[in-house]
Every structure is written in structure tokens, then in C-alpha cells.
């Protein structure tokens, strides 16, 4: 809930129960029950045939690449997956819909009693109470139609993409915890390989359901669905408000009304769009032009034997193996891409703790300032390894892996390219360097002057004015020798 409402004197009495029903597309070629194309942007009603249009005595076919990738991502969210499991005929209407019912999975699913482990000082576990098998509905497309502005069009491509829906149980007790929770299940589906998980395409997509009641009472409230949300941030935002409007309708002595929600994002508001107030009879049946699907233990094996090393699992690793810091972990982990560069890139390095930091704080800044993912960056994480082996080698100083770096950046080209063009030569002759020193010496009298008295923090203006004087180039562990060394003689020599 908002801060202004938890903090309030009404909104401390309550405390809100979340429970998050996820739907995610899987990236298989074809469709669940039939071998029409799941491309994403063809020509609407194109990938379309007698089985995904629902027409008379077309009979559905399994796709067997579908189960694979149902069964891999229900053991990546720790689920038990069912030996045996059953279709249903899941009957409703839409006009999207067009057998008038849903082939999906209702009292046998394929995957239950998973869990997702937030992270935090106290770590906690978010129960998931199935994972399921079924077909996505078509498409309504409403307005901006040259031949009727106001009217809805069908797009059928969509239908007969496999999905699978990942119900959670009610145990997010907070709209952070609930974008946390979407957070690191997104993370563990794009890790197993099974979706792209693209929100704006609609392969990702979320309903959250939510409640209020007295703190520490055990009966929940009444719900209200929240549909069609399309990022994370704005499921949380639309929780913030819902939370906070429940709040003070009880609060107001009026009762929550069962019903489903759309969020506007432009107003920060929920509002009705249909009454749910009693349940919807869907009159699930066994599908009988189905068999019950078996995955049986030799199968399991055999997709277990697919199971990557996942997020959580490899960031505890980073940590132990490469002595980074967790947020260093988090940060080369966000991706299975990213995690693998880096990996590769670490074995190649001398100090893989100097590649984790410069990705830190060298790379993390140029990417924010431009909006890019890491995953864009124009520097690989060959280039950083490379880049940390020149700075701890002495080759490169500092300042030059920043200009590189800049460079890298202005030109989009990665940094061994830019680092062969350029070819920055550091300045390691003493004599030379021992020449600029007593240079900046000689011509900052009143420094020297606090530096004899006691004040020996001046020594890092007189590095940094030889440094400048090199436009960067001199070794910096020289300098600092140097300059040591010639204020303890002038000292001395007083």
C-alpha cells in the first residue's frame, strides 16, 4: 500500500493478501494442437487452420516441444510435475474465442506445489499452486480501422499458442513483494530457455488478484481481480491503488464488491469493468478428443537433464567462486547471456573482481545515461576482461580506460577495436615522470609550503597536477612514488 495510507492510523489495522496468476506464451514453432506458425506480427488471420479456428471435426494433435517446455519450467519453479495430468474443455464466451470453449488443464494439472524465494535480510518463500498446460485465445483489436473507427476487429494468429498459467498462492503480502515475486520469475523462465517473456508482445502477461483485512486475521476479504497490466512497475502501482481504494471503502462503511479491474496508467486508477460476484461456472469437462497426458519418470529425466544452472543458484556461486560482491551477482546474472559472457570473460581475466567492478563502475553509468540494456552495451564482456588486464597490468591508466571507454561508446564499436586503434601508449619512464614532478613542484610553492607544515593530504593535489600534466598518461603508481619521494626530500632539505 502507499506510504501515506500504511502509515495512516486506518491503514495500519490492515494488511493486504496478493495472489498473482501469470500466463506465459512458449517459444515453440508451432502451436499447442495444431502445426500452424506462432510468428509474432504476420498478417492477421494468417496462421490460422481448422483446428485453431475451432470448425467442425478438426481434431487436435499435442505438440510434444509444449510439454517439454512445461515440464522444464515447472521444475525450475520447484514444482512436483504429475505423472499424469488431464485437458478440460474450459467453456466460456468471447469473440476471440472461436470454439466458444478453452483446452486447458482444471483438477489434474501438469506441475503443482512449487515456490519462488524472495530475497531480503529474511528470505521467504511465495508458494505456487500449479502450473498448467492450455491454448491462448485470439485477439480483439478495438478502433483505428479505416472502415469503422469504433469498431473491434479479430485477430486469430493468436489462437492455439501454447501457454502455460502459473498460479501463485496468496502469500505476497505487499505490491513490492508482488514485483519482486514477477521479477525473479521472469528471470527463472528466460534462464530455462521455454519464453521470451515479452510483455509488449504479450508474452508475459498478469492478473493479480488482491484483498484487504484486519491485521492478523486469518479470514480473507473480498477480492477484486486486476486484468491487463502490461509491465511490472504499473502491476505494483495499480496494487499501491487498489489496496488504498479497498481500505477506504471499508473504512467508509460500504462493502467490497467481487468484481474484475482495469488499471489506467495515465490516471493511477483502477476502475470496473465487469462484476464477478458469483463465480464463473466454466462447466469444465475431460477434452475427449484428448488422452490424459503421461510424462512419465523416464521423460522427466531426460528434460531435468535441460535444466540450467539457475539465477539464485548462480549468483550464491559468483560470489563464492569469484570473491564479488552480491551486487556485483545480481547485476552479471540478470540474464543467462549476460551470466555465460561473463563467465567466459572471468576465466580469461587476471582479477575477475576488476572485470566485476569496472561492469560496475565504468560500464553501468554510460549504459543508464544512454537507456541501453547491458545486453546492448557496444562493449562485450571480452572487451572489459581485456580493458581490466591492461589497468592491472600497468599498461592503461585509469583515466585511459575511461576515455576508452567513452570512445567506445561515441563510436558503438567494442572496446579491443577502439584499444587497437588508439593503441594509448602509458608513461612508465621515470625520468620523465621524475621531471614533471619536480615541475609541479617548483610551481605550487604555497602547497608545498602546507605540505612541510603537516598537511600531508596535499600529496593528493600534487598526483593529481602531475597527472593532468600527462593528459592522464603517466603511471599512476609511479607517480605517486615519485611524488612521495621528492616532497620527503624537500621536507628534509628545509
Not at 290 to 301: F, G
Request: glycine share 6%; charged share 25%; net charge negative.
Amino acid at each position: 500500500m502507499s506510504p501515506a495510507i500504511e502509515n495512516s492510523a486506518a491503514g495500519a489495522q490492515y494488511e493486504p493478501v496478493i495472489g498473482l496468476e501469470v500466463h506465459v506464451q512458449l517459444l515453440t514453432v508451432s502451436k499447442i494442437f495444431c502445426s500452424c506458425s506462432t510468428r509474432f506480427g504476420d498478417p492477421p488471420n494468417t496462421n490460422v487452420c481448422p483446428v485453431c479456428l475451432g470448425l467442425p471435426g478438426a481434431m487436435p494433435v499435442l505438440n510434444r516441444k509444449a510439454v517439454e517446455f512445461a515440464t522444464l519450467a515447472g521444475m525450475a519453479l520447484n514444482c512436483r510435475i504429475n505423472e499424469d495430468s488431464v485437458f478440460a474443455r474450459k467453456n466460456y464466451f468471447y469473440p476471440d474465442l472461436p470454439k466458444g470453449y478453452q483446452i486447458s488443464q482444471y483438477d489434474k494439472p501438469l506441475a503443482e506445489h512449487g515456490w519462488i524465494e524472495l530475497g531480503g535480510i529474511t528470505p521467504k518463500k511465495i508458494g505456487i499452486t500449479r502450473l498448467h498446460l492450455e491454448e491462448d485465445a485470439g485477439k480483439s483489436l478495438h478502433g483505428g480501422f479505416p472502415d469503422a473507427e469504433d469498431g473491434t476487429a479479430i485477430d486469430l494468429n493468436r489462437s492455439g499458442v501454447p501457454l502455460i498459467e502459473i498460479v501463485s498462492e496468496p502469500d505476497i503480502a505487499s505490491p513490492d513483494e508482488a514485483h519482486e515475486y514477477l521479477t525473479r520469475l521472469k528471470e527463472i523462465i528466460l534462464y530455462t530457455g521455454v519464453s521470451d517473456c515479452n510483455m509488449e508482445e504479450g508474452s508475459l502477461r498478469c492478473d493479480a488478484n488482491v484483498s484487504v483485512r484486519l491485521r492478523g486475521q486469518k479470514r480473507f476479504g473480498t477480492k477484486t481481480e486486476i486484468k491487463n497490466v502490461n509491465s511490472f512497475r504499473f502491476i505494483r502501482d495499480a496494487l499501491e491503488y487498489e489496496i488504498d481504494r479497498q481500505i477506504g471503502v471499508i473504512e467508509s462503511g460500504a462493502r467490497i464488491v467481487q468484481e474484475t479491474r482495469l488499471y489506467n496508467s495515465e490516471e493511477g486508477k483502477t476502475y470496473s469493468m465487469r462484476s464477478k460476484e458469483e463465480a464463473h461456472d466454466y462447466r469444465y469437462f475431460p477434452e475427449p478428443d484428448l488422452p490424459a497426458l503421461s510424462v512419465d519418470e523416464r521423460w522427466q529425466a531426460a528434460i531435468r537433464k535441460l535444466l540450467p544452472e539457475l539465477p539464485e543458484a548462480r549468483r550464491r556461486r559468483f560470489v563464492s567462486e569469484y570473491e564479488i560482491t552480491e551486487q556485483d551477482a545480481v547485476v552479471l546474472s540478470a540474464t543467462k547471456s549476460l551470466a555465460d559472457q561473463f563467465e567466459a570473460a572471468a576465466g580469461q581475466a587476471t582479477n575477475p573482481k576488476r572485470v566485476a567492478h569496472l561492469v560496475q563502475s565504468e560500464l553501468a553509468g554510460r549504459l543508464k545515461a544512454r537507456g541501453l540494456a547491458i545486453e546492448n552495451s557496444p562493449i562485450s564482456m571480452k572487451g572489459v576482461a581485456l580493458s581490466a588486464d591492461l589497468v592491472e597490468t600497468g599498461a592503461i591508466s585509469g583515466k585511459m580506460l575511461k576515455d576508452l571507454y567513452d570512445l567506445s561508446f561515441a563510436r558503438n564499436q567494442d572496446f579491443p577495436q577502439v584499444y587497437e586503434n588508439e593503441k594509448p601508449q602509458q608513461i612508465t619512464d621515470t625520468a620523465r615522470i621524475e621531471r614533471m614532478v619536480d615541475e609541479v613542484i617548483s610551481t605550487n610553492p604555497k602547497q608545498l609550503e602546507q605540505y612541510r607544515a603537516g598537511k600531508k593530504t596535499v600529496l593528493g593535489f600534487f598526483v593529481g597536477q602531475v597527472m593532468k600534466a600527462s593528459q592522464g598518461k603517466a603511471n599512476p603508481q609511479l607517480v605517486n612514488e615519485l611524488v612521495k619521494k621528492k616532497l620527503g626530500d624537500s621536507a628534509q632539505s628545509e
